[in-house]
């Protein structure tokens, strides 16, 4: 699976970007989708998580309320919709497909090992 991240760029605190994952694979509508994020020096953190049919929705404690994971099955994309963005949320963001549709432990759909497939990630800054 390749997938095409794209959307991120500059914007003031307070403004929106909306985020897509270009996903090439005839069976998108299997996976799962993650947003993670990454700054230098850190490690990738989670963000949120749509999966397969009509499973989970995962949002980070941190972007819960302001950010919106959706996909669209007929166009092979996953979309994550910022508001209200914060200097906090710059960052190069990835998206990632899971292969497995369900977990036991929901502490799975967060983990980044659980994803098989990443995107090139897109930069998004928000200036204070």
């Known amino acids: 699976v390749q997938l095409q991240a794209s959307g991120g760029g500059l914007v003031q605190t307070g403004g929106s970007l909306r985020l897509s994952c270009l996903a090439a694979?005839?069976?998108?509508?299997?996976?799962?989708y993650g947003w993670f994020r990454q700054v230098p020096g850190k490690e990738r953190e989670f963000v949120a998580r749509?999966?397969?049919?009509?499973?989970?929705?995962f949002y980070s404690d941190s972007v819960k309320g302001r950010f919106t994971i959706s996909r669209d099955n007929p166009k092979h994309t996953v979309f994550l919709q910022m508001n209200d963005l914060k200097p906090e949320d710059s960052a190069t963001y990835y998206c990632?497909?899971?292969?497995?549709?369900?977990?036991?432990?929901?502490?799975?759909?967060?983990?980044?090992?659980?994803?098989?497939?990443w995107g090139q990630g897109t930069q998004v800054t928000v200036s204070p």
């Open positions: 990632a497909a899971d292969p497995r549709s369900r977990y036991r432990d929901s502490a799975q759909y967060r983990n980044r090992n659980s994803y098989d497939y």
């Open positions: 694979t005839s069976t998108f509508s299997r996976y799962g």
């Open positions: 749509i999966s397969n049919g009509a499973g989970p929705i």
